[in-house]
């Protein structure tokens, strides 16, 4: 159901963010459905006899290339991903969030050697932002805005006059969208209400 799925990808999250953390990984988050380029943190020069792999959370080999020979893709990463011999970089195409996990690109010879390292997060986009203003006082002075997504929405009273406005306070509903933030806040005379992730930013704002 959406409960267990929704507190699945909360527990990924988190768990890319500790992996992260513990180690010399590089966190990347990237957006549902686009193509993503991890590329080693040093020049590969294969010899004789090294295997050159990227492995997904430490067991699935991806890719595998040996001194002298083509690529080789798993099945389980065909047409999903490509090794170019040059750079021995790994592109992930149509990323899907199946594909989170930390990537490792490695040389295994007489001593075995990291040459990247990666801790991917994919992400969908946020939903879009409604933003809603109701007036408080007869004489339009304080306001109400209403920020609201799909999934929470947050509410915050301001007193405005011809110039500026003054933030009171609010309240705010629980946001459900793993890794996703919604805020209502003063820029530049503007009410802004913003809703983002990692990877998208909806906006909306009010001019007083």
């Given amino acids: 159901n959406r409960i267990d799925v929704l507190l699945n990808s909360c527990f990924l999250i988190i768990h890319m963010i500790f992996i992260s953390l513990l180690s010399a990984v590089t966190p990347v988050f990237v957006q549902t459905g686009?193509?993503?380029?991890?590329?080693?943190?040093?020049?590969?020069?294969?010899?004789?006899?090294?295997?050159?792999?990227?492995?997904?959370?430490?067991?699935d080999n991806a890719v595998?290339?040996?001194?002298?020979?083509?690529?080789?893709i798993s099945p389980n990463y065909t047409?999903?991903?490509e090794l170019s011999a040059q750079t021995h970089s790994l592109l992930l195409k149509n990323v899907q969030k199946e594909d989170s996990g930390v990537y490792r690109a490695r040389v295994s010879a007489d001593n075995n050697s990291d040459v990247a390292e990666?801790?991917?997060?994919?992400?969908?986009?946020v939903s879009g932002v409604k933003l809603t203003v109701k007036l408080c006082s007869s004489d339009s002075t304080k306001v109400t805005v209403i920020c609201s997504t799909e999934d929470s929405?947050?509410?915050?009273?301001?007193?405005?006059?011809?110039?500026?406005c003054s933030h009171e306070g609010g309240e705010r509903a629980e946001i459900i969208t793993p890794g996703a933030s919604l805020?209502?806040?003063?820029?530049?005379?503007?009410?802004?209400?913003?809703?983002?992730?990692?990877?998208?930013?909806?906006?909306?704002?009010?001019?007083?």
């Fill in 34 to 59: 686009t193509d993503l380029l991890l590329e080693v943190k040093e020049p590969v020069v294969l010899k004789e006899a090294d295997l050159f792999t990227w492995n997904v959370n430490g067991s």
């Fill in 64 to 72: 595998r290339l040996v001194h002298g020979g083509k690529p080789t």
């Fill in 79 to 81: 047409s999903r991903v």
């Fill in 118 to 125: 990666y801790s991917v997060t994919v992400l969908d986009p």
């Fill in 153 to 164: 929405l947050i509410s915050s009273t301001f007193t405005c006059d011809t110039q500026t």
């Fill in 183 to 208: 805020d209502v806040y003063l820029e530049n005379g503007s009410v802004i209400c913003n809703h983002s992730n990692q990877v998208t930013v909806g906006r909306r704002s009010f001019c007083s």
